[in-house]
């Protein structure tokens, strides 16, 4: 059953105090706008500008701040594309890796089982023990690969 957005925001307000944190009304108002927004790679500066709209206060600076700590505490996943600025995404969104537009920056989620496969291959290979990775494919998307002729 899918949770509700209170459900998750009740959540992740029981992690941060765990921590030694307060859901502050600007934390809580980034947090729902990466919920309500899954799988959209949102980039600080589309985080303010849909924040703004309900919470005309809140500065980019508390903004970055904000996607920091919650980035830090593991609430939330930091992901560099390699353009100069870092985009966001739930930590709690299923493990999933990209496929990233070199052309038009349109980003892809997989997940793949083999992935599993090469994990347990290295680790026993090199007596590694893995416990996460960040993988990345750049390439062009339908769009953007010129049609064969
Ligand atoms: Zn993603
Ligand atoms: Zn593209």
Do not use: W
Not at 110 to 133: D, P, R, S, T
């Amino acid at each position: 059953m899918e949770k509700s957005l209170r459900e998750q925001i009740t959540e992740i307000s029981e992690a941060l105090r765990r921590k030694g944190y307060r859901l502050t009304p600007q934390r809580e108002a980034v947090i729902k706008i990466l919920l309500e927004n899954p799988n959209q790679h949102l980039a600080a500066e589309d985080i303010y500008a849909m924040v703004r709209k309900t919470h005309p206060e809140i500065g980019m600076a508390t903004v970055y701040r904000t996607l920091d700590l919650l980035s830090k505490e593991k609430i939330i996943n930091q992901l560099s594309f390699e353009e100069g600025h870092c985009r966001y995404e739930m930590e709690s969104q299923a493990h999933h890796h990209h496929l990233v537009c070199l052309k038009c920056g349109k980003i892809t989620e997989f997940n793949i089982q083999l992935l599993k496969k090469m994990e347990e291959a290295l680790a026993a290979e090199h007596e590694f023990q893995i416990v996460g990775y960040l993988l990345k494919f750049y390439g062009y998307c339908a769009q953007c690969t010129p049609a064969e002729e």
